[in-house]
Nanobody, 124 residues
Framework: QLRLVESGGGLVQPGGSLRLSCAVSGFTLDRYTVGWFRQAPGKEREGVSCASRSGINENYVDVAEGRFTISRDNAKNTVYLQMNSLKPEDTAVYYC?????????????????WGQGTQVTVSS
């Protein structure tokens, strides 16, 4: 059974850092593209960052550039999202999704498997 479990969220002050983890089971990570998405209250889920099967990583939102870094450890079946210089507008539930697509996409409907999400709150 394919499963994704996010962890690492929490409450952090502006300017702080968090590292989110997406642990996958039931499938071999290197055969999937994994994306991080986030959903703030009252907003649609948006793509944040992606690690593709092709080996190319992408950030989707401008705010992530220079602050967020995605990485994958296929041996540990885990994808990470390192978030630095966090801002209050980064507050959201962060989800990881898995897809068969070879390269990254922001389209949520391309991702058929999702975790339950982890809450990130940036506040002083």
């Amino acid at each position: 059974q394919l499963r994704l479990v996010e962890s690492g969220g929490g409450l952090v002050q502006p300017g702080g850092s968090l590292r989110l983890s997406c642990a996958v089971s039931g499938f071999t990570l290197d055969r999937y593209t994994v994306g991080w998405f986030r959903q703030a209250p009252g907003k649609e889920r948006e793509g944040v960052s992606c690690a593709s099967r092709s080996g190319i990583n992408e950030n989707y939102v401008d705010v992530a550039e220079g602050r967020f870094t995605i990485s994958r450890d296929n041996a540990k079946n885990t994808v990470y999202l390192q978030m630095n210089s966090l801002k209050p507008e980064d507050t959201a539930v962060y989800y990881c999704g898995a897809s068969w697509i070879y390269t990254c996409s922001e389209r949520r409907d391309f991702f058929g498997y999702w975790g339950q999400g982890t809450q990130v709150t940036v506040s002083s």
